[in-house]
Structure formats: C-alpha cells, structure tokens
Nanobody, 119 residues
Framework: QVQLVESGGGLVQPGGSLRLSCAAS????????MGWYRQAPGKQRESVAM?????NYADSVKGRFTISRDNAKNTVYLQMNSLKPEDTAVYYC???????????????WGQGTQVTVSS
C-alpha cells in the first residue's frame, strides 16, 4: 500500500503563484509515473501535468505550470505561476507504483488539495 500526501494549496490572487507537493510513502514499492489532476465544481477530473518517461501538460497550463520530481524522496511538485480564476479546483496527486514483492502495478490518488484563485 502506498500513501500520497499532498500539501501547498490555498487562496491566491490572479497572477500569483503556488507550489504543490506530493510525497509517496509505504513499504517495498517503486514509484513510476507521477502527476497531477484537478477537478473543478461541476466538471470532470482532468489531467494537468504528468512526469514519467517525459513530461506532459494540459494545453491550458503550458508555459505557466511546471512539474518536477525528487525521486530520492518519492515526491512530485507542481509549480503554478500566473494563476487564473479558471485554475480554481481541487488538485489531486496521482502515482503509479509497483509492489516489489508481488510485481503488481497499482495506481494511487492523494486526498486532494484546494486551490482557489480569486481577488
């Protein structure tokens, strides 16, 4: 079992910045791809940024958001700059992992962190 703990959400004015963090913990696992999704009220959850063999971004955040990882700490970050009101959503961390004993692959989700962009 892998646990994902997110931090860094909050309230910010338009044009501001926030940095989200997500740390994976557990026993006997190896993390593969990690990334961030978001879900705004009344909308479906959407992929924001992923870090695996490469990095991928949603068109709506390209040039403003940057995903990075510290593999030694099993942590992924999302630096969000030039935030807009339409970025308001609950942001969820996502990670793919493999159990080193069973070699079973699983996908895990964090609990979500609220990001609100408003003046």
């Amino acid at each position: 079992q892998v646990q994902l703990v997110e931090s860094g959400g909050g309230l910010v004015q338009p044009g501001g910045s926030l940095r989200l963090s997500c740390a994976a913990s557990g026993r006997n696992f190896r993390i593969g791809a990690m990334g961030w999704y978001r879900q705004a009220p009344g909308k479906q959850r959407e992929s924001v940024a992923m870090s695996g063999r490469g990095t991928n971004y949603a068109d709506s955040v390209k040039g403003r958001f940057t995903i990075s990882r510290d593999n030694a700490k099993n942590t992924v970050y999302l630096q969000m700059n030039s935030l807009k009101p339409e970025d308001t959503a609950v942001y969820y961390c996502n990670a793919e992992s493999i159990n080193l004993s069973t070699m079973v692959r699983s996908t895990y989700w964090g609990q979500g962190t609220q990001v609100t962009v408003s003046s």
